[in-house]
């Protein structure tokens, strides 16, 4: 499932192909844009705000010349892939293909994507302006976080920092490996937790360290079955103390944690 790491990520991989690049052809298939053509348009730059990705590209002449951009949200199953020329798409079947975008050195291919649109770059905040600070942006500002983390002090913690209007890119992942790590249970309500500062700042750093590569780790070994903590090991013995690992809804999505190193429920 896509994180403000993998978008990060994801985004890089879409900068390297096409930045700079003037698009040969684009086909959309999806309701909404499926008659725009996109020839002829230059890509500026690819980049990513929490779990959005925005492509950013240049109108021909003719087109007014003005800056737009194209905006996807990824949520748990989307994925962009960049091929060479004459590659085979192999990525996911051809039936999950929302966009393919052609360039002379790349193509890019947006499969299973969500939220798929094409605005004046000027109007990004209409798409991404209520998002909280970005773990992996230049704008990320903890104490901002924590401030709005505290304006919804009932709420659990584990919810809240799924809510990406508080701060843009955590996802069940890090939300169950961040909470294990301050030994925290994700059902302690957001005004009980002892250091919202030091979730936050933990949050940030588990994504920092992951960027540039798709294994995400929080134990610090990339071996398969050592990569995390709690999350997806349900009643696996708890790395610290030996206790079987649980799995429970929280909200609308599961989470994984320790009951003796998170106590309290």
Excluded at 6 to 13: Q, S
Aim: aromatic share 6%.
């Amino acid at each position: 499932m896509p994180e403000g790491d993998t978008v990060w990520n994801t985004a890089r991989v879409l900068q390297r192909a096409l930045a700079g690049a003037r698009l040969t052809g684009s086909d959309f298939r999806v309701p909404q844009l499926a008659a725009t053509d996109l020839t002829g348009w230059t890509v500026r730059e690819s980049t990513s705000r929490g779990k959005h990705l925005l492509l950013r590209l240049t109108a021909p002449p003719d087109a007014a010349g003005r800056d737009w951009t194209l905006h996807s949200h990824l949520r748990m199953d989307g994925a962009w892939r960049a091929y060479g020329p004459g590659e085979r798409w192999a990525a996911r079947p051809a039936h999950l293909i929302r966009v393919v975008l052609r360039s002379p050195g790349a193509v890019a291919v947006g499969y299973h994507l969500h939220e798929l649109a094409l605005i004046p770059t000027a109007e990004e905040e209409s798409l991404v302006g209520h998002l909280g600070p970005d773990l992996l942006g230049p704008d990320w500002d903890p104490d901002e976080a924590v401030r709005r983390l505290a304006t919804h002090p009932d709420e659990t913690i584990g919810e809240a920092l799924l809510d990406q209007r508080n701060l843009a890119g955590v996802g069940n992942l890090y939300k169950c490996e961040v909470l294990f790590l301050r030994g925290v249970s994700p059902w302690t309500p957001v005004r009980a937790v002892p250091d919202l500062a030091g979730t936050v700042t933990l949050a940030q750093r588990l994504l920092a360290a992951n960027r540039g590569r798709w294994t995400q780790s929080t134990t610090g070994s990339l071996h398969r079955g050592q990569t995390n903590y709690v999350y997806g090991r349900r009643a696996q013995p708890c790395r610290r103390c030996g206790t079987a690992i649980r799995k429970e809804e929280l909200g609308e999505r599961v989470t994984y944690w320790c009951p003796a190193c998170q106590p309290d429920r």
